[in-house]
């Protein structure tokens, strides 16, 4: 067993590797410690320039310091369907009945895991704007928004791939 994959006989949970966020919070702790620095040092560039970083930087921190306090699964999968919370879409469930074809592409560092569904649109339809606007272009371009890239995924994308189709049911 992976640390970041726990495999059931009818249950398959995912979560990310923990060293993604933690380098994200200690470089938003550093970057807000320098935004911070610049506000104190006085000078219109400096606090403008500290009032960017902080905004920046904090939001970076704080994002990350939730993502490992949540420590919520990127995937779960189960002989009912796929519950999605690592794409940028964060699909949600998705019923095996709603997913194609479950592929492995090549990325920059790794594989990504490309989780086809059946109807796009209506799948965005459940995320905010933002997200929505980000997997149409991911769709256009890797042929679904569910896509987990391999900075994410604590195995192998095929591995992964491989251990959801042992859990699609035969229809």
Do not use: C, N
């Amino acid at each position: 067993m992976s640390s970041g994959l726990t495999r059931e006989p009818d249950r398959l949970e995912v979560r990310a590797p923990r060293t993604a966020p933690v380098v994200t919070l200690v470089t938003g702790v550093i970057g807000l410690a320098a935004g911070v620095w610049l506000v104190l040092a006085g000078g219109t560039a400096s606090v403008v320039l500290g009032v960017v970083l902080v905004l920046f930087f904090g939001v970076g921190a704080v994002r990350a310091a939730l993502r490992l306090a949540r420590g919520k699964p990127l995937l779960i999968a189960t002989g009912d369907g796929i519950d999605d919370g690592g794409s940028i879409v964060a699909a949600g469930f998705l019923p095996w009945s709603e997913i194609g074809g479950i592929d492995v592409l090549p990325a920059r560092g790794g594989s990504m895991l490309v989780i086809g569904v059946r109807d796009p649109e209506a799948v965005l339809s459940r995320t905010t704007p933002a997200r929505a606007r980000v997997g149409r272009a991911q769709a256009g371009r890797l042929g679904s928004p569910v896509v987990l890239p391999p900075t994410v995924l604590p195995v192998p994308a095929d591995e992964l791939a491989a251990d959801l189709e042992r859990l699609r049911p035969d229809v």
